[in-house]
């Protein structure tokens, strides 16, 4: 399995070890481990069954095999973090504060536009977040920007993080 992404690794302080954490586009989980073994409760989501079979067993993670851009999320869910890296679908996220907690954290990491333009990759443009595009979107989503970084380079890759706050 891949490392966590530093961008959670860097954010981890700010989790409390009782949080209940929703980690969309879960994958194989390289991010609910070290979540899980801080104490927190990890809800994995993937429409790939097969990849969500990676994660390691443990009492406090759920694997939850579903495809959000299809049905979106249930409007009870509630969770204290959100992560969604490697991952970005609009109109899901304009819909991801009524699923935080007021206070509730949102971490984000995905491709910048210039990733796109210097390697090809995602192949869609809409994959990517443009210059200054994700700030303006979380805030009029209603949340505040307390870290980002926007069009980084790291490990090859063109990036945008946002480490935001559901006012």
């Known amino acids: 399995m891949s ?3 530093p961008w959670l690794l860097q954010h981890l302080e700010q989790i409390h070890a009782d949080a209940e954490v929703l980690d969309l586009a879960s994958g ?25 079979q990676g994660i390691a ?9 579903w495809d959000v851009e299809t049905a979106g999320l249930p409007e009870a869910l509630q969770v204290d973090v959100l992560l969604a890296f490697n991952y970005l679908h609009r109109g899901l996220f304009a819909t991801l504060g009524r699923h935080l907690h007021r206070g509730g954290l949102l971490l984000h990491e995905t491709f910048h536009i210039r990733n796109r333009q210097e390697n090809g990759r995602p192949r869609r ?16 989503c209603g949340f505040r920007i307390v870290a980002s970084e926007d069009g980084v380079a790291s490990a090859g890759r063109w990036l ?3 480490a935001a706050v559901r006012e």
């Open 125 to 140: 443009e809409h994959f990517c977040w443009q210059q200054g595009e994700a700030e303006r979107f979380f805030r009029q």
């Open 160 to 162: 945008t993080r946002i």
């Open 3 to 5: 490392q966590p992404s």
């Open 28 to 52: 194989c989980g390289r991010h609910c481990q070290p979540l899980l073994a801080k104490g927190c409760r990890v809800w994995a989501v993937d429409r790939d069954m097969h990849a969500l």
């Open 57 to 65: 067993p443990c009492q406090r993670l759920r694997r939850w095999v």
